[in-house]
């Protein structure tokens, strides 16, 4: 069982559609960062957080270290949110490294 | 630039062939991480530095692969002997301090091992 597992693994909506992509961790964490990959490999960080919500535009991230759970929220999705979104946690353990979930394949059709 | 700059942006090699990876990471930004990602797979870390100190070695998967940062800014990334398992894209994440900060991607190397 993978330390950091998200959920779902392929997503489709859309245009205008409210999507939720479900992050789980089984560690203790001191930060998660939600990243999002474009085709060709470019990364974008979206979030860090370490505790409660962060909003930025139509994104909304939020955590809850108690039940080691996170998500990411997109309102009003766009033909141009699709993209591959990553989940990697800093655990407490493990000192410089992040741990990456497996992604969660967006695509929003017109 | 404003951004994480890797080079080359594509690299082919033979197998046995050395190869060299650049990252020019945001002017400032202390700590450097190296990120292998395997095709469909999400990044696997290799390797960390802080300023020009390598502190943290421990994802790099075998003695072929060597990591530098001589002067706390670029970084290199060398490959001696290449094998078709090293195929992927090298990512090059850079922050101002740490991982308790907002990472910023470099667009990534694609090495193809032929």
């Known amino acids: 069982k993978n330390e950091v597992e998200q959920s779902p693994q392929n997503l489709t909506a859309q245009e205008g559609e409210f999507i939720t992509i479900n992050c789980s961790y089984s560690?203790?964490?001191?930060?998660l960062h939600w990243l999002q990959q474009h085709p060709g490999g470019g990364i974008v960080s979206l979030f860090m957080l370490s505790s409660g919500k962060k909003k930025h535009g139509r994104l909304i991230a939020t955590i809850n270290i108690q039940e080691k759970h996170s998500s990411l929220h997109i309102t009003a999705s766009h033909p141009r949110d699709s993209a591959v979104y990553i989940c990697?946690?800093?655990?407490?353990?493990?000192?410089?490294?992040?741990?990456f979930g497996e992604g969660t394949q967006l695509t929003v059709n017109p | 630039g404003a951004g994480v700059s890797q080079s080359p942006r594509y690299k082919v090699a033979k197998r046995g062939q050395d190869v060299a990876l650049r990252c020019d990471p945001i002017?400032?930004?202390?700590?450097l991480f190296w990120y292998q990602q395997a095709l469909g797979q999400g990044p696997e870390f290799l390797t960390y530095f802080q300023n020009e100190a390598q502190l943290d070695k421990s994802g790099l998967p075998s003695d072929r692969f060597f990591a530098e940062r001589p002067e706390g800014s670029v970084s290199t990334l060398k490959i001696q002997r290449t094998q078709q398992e090293d195929s992927a894209v090298y990512l090059c994440a850079s922050s101002f301090t740490g991982l308790k900060e907002k990472l910023f991607f470099g667009s990534g190397t694609q090495l193809s091992v032929l």
């Open positions: 990697a946690v800093k655990k407490e353990t493990s000192g410089s490294r992040l741990t």
């Open positions: 002017s400032g930004h202390v700590s």
């Open positions: 560690v203790g964490i001191s930060a």
